[in-house]
C-alpha cells in the first residue's frame, strides 16, 4: 500500500516559512510582497481561484490587489492595466487569470507582463530561462511537484521519469525540472503509440492529461511514485485525477490524493514566487 504524499501538509509548512520570512522583511524596513490578480469576464472556476488566491495572500501577509474587468473589456484596455501593473513600485507580481474572452490574445497579454513580475513563468523570456536552467519563476505546478519529492526525500536523480502530457502549463517545465534534477525523462502525450508500456518503465510517474482515472494499476511499474496532477469530476460530482486512485494506491510505494495533492502546493507556489520577486525587486530599488 502506497504512502500518501500529502500535499495539504507541505503547503501549510511551506506557508509558514513564507509567513515568517514576510514578518522579517517587515521589521527590517523592506517592501512586503505585492501581487495583483486580474480576472476578465465571469467564468467561475476562475472566481473560485482568485478568491483562494486572495485568501491565501491575507494568510501570509502578501498585500493583494483584485482587479474585476466586465467580459466585454477590450485587449487594449487589458493591455493599459498591465502597463500601469508593471510600472507599480509596491506591486511585485502580475497574475492575469485565464481563460479569457476569446476577442483577447492570451499570448499578447503574457507577453506584455513585466518578465521580473511574471509570477505564473508563461513569458517567454522565463520560458527561456527555465529551458537554461537560470530562472527565477517556474510555473507554480511543477514547481509544487517538486517540492513535494524534496519534501519526502524522492529524489529524480538517476531514475526513469516519466511525464504523461505537454503542456506549457505542467508538462513541459515539469519534463525541464526533472532533467535538471538528473532524472531520465520521457515525455508522453496523445499521439503516444503504447503509452502503457512506457508509463509502465516509470521509477517516478508525474500525470497531468485531463482523463478521468485515466492510468490504472496495469501501467504503473510496482514501487513506483506517482503524482497525479490531474482535477477531474466523476458523475457523482465528486473530485478525481487522472490516475484511478483506488487502484494505483496498492501497487505504488508514494501517491498524491485528488483532492489534497499537488493543488494546493500549486496555490502556494505562487506566494512563493511572489516573494522571491520581491526580495529580486527590492535589491534593484
Known amino acids: 500500500m502506497a504512502k500518501i504524499i500529502d500535499g495539504k501538509l507541505v503547503s501549510a509548512k511551506m506557508k509558514e516559512e513564507i509567513k515568517l520570512e514576510i514578518e522579517n522583511m517587515k521589521k527590517n524596513g523592506k517592501q512586503i510582497p505585492g501581487l495583483a490578480v486580474v480576472i476578465v469576464g465571469d467564468d467561475p472556476a476562475s472566481k473560485v481561484y482568485v478568491k483562494n488566491k486572495k485568501k491565501d495572500c491575507e ?106 502530457g505537454r503542456s506549457n502549463i505542467v508538462g513541459k517545465p515539469q519534463a525541464l525540472m526533472l532533467l535538471q534534477a538528473n532524472g531520465t525523462v520521457t515525455v508522453c502525450h496523445s499521439k503516444t503509440v503504447n503509452l502503457g508500456e512506457i508509463t509502465k518503465r516509470a521509477d517516478i510517474l508525474i500525470v497531468a492529461m485531463r482523463q478521468r482515472q485515466f492510468i490504472k494499476a496495469g501501467m504503473v511499474k510496482e514501487g513506483a511514485v506517482v503524482i497525479d496532477v490531474g482535477m477531474n469530476k466523476k ?19 508514494y501517491i498524491t490524493p485528488v483532492p489534497g495533492g499537488v493543488g494546493p502546493m500549486t496555490r502556494t507556489m505562487l506566494l512563493k514566487n511572489t516573494l522571491t520577486a520581491a526580495k529580486s525587486q527590492n535589491q534593484e530599488n
Open 59 to 164: 494568510e501570509v501577509g502578501v498585500y493583494s490587489e483584485e482587479y474585476a474587468l466586465p467580459e466585454n473589456t477590450t485587449e487594449k484596455d487589458l493591455l493599459e492595466l498591465v502597463q500601469k501593473l508593471n510600472a507599480k513600485k509596491d506591486i511585485h507580481g502580475i497574475l492575469v487569470q485565464s481563460p479569457l474572452p476569446k476577442h483577447i490574445d492570451e499570448n499578447t497579454i503574457i507577453e506584455n507582463i513585466s518578465p521580473q513580475k511574471d509570477v505564473d513563468a508563461f513569458h517567454p523570456e522565463n520560458v527561456g530561462r527555465i529551458t537554461l536552467g537560470r530562472y527565477n519563476f517556474v510555473p507554480c505546478t511543477p514547481m509544487g511537484v517538486m517540492e513535494l519529492l524534496k519534501y519526502y526525500d524522492i529524489d529524480p536523480c538517476g531514475k526513469e521519469c516519466v511525464v504523461v
Open 235 to 253: 458523475d457523482d460530482g465528486k473530485l478525481c485525477g487522472d490516475v484511478d486512485f483506488d487502484e494505483v494506491e496498492k501497487i505504488a510505494s
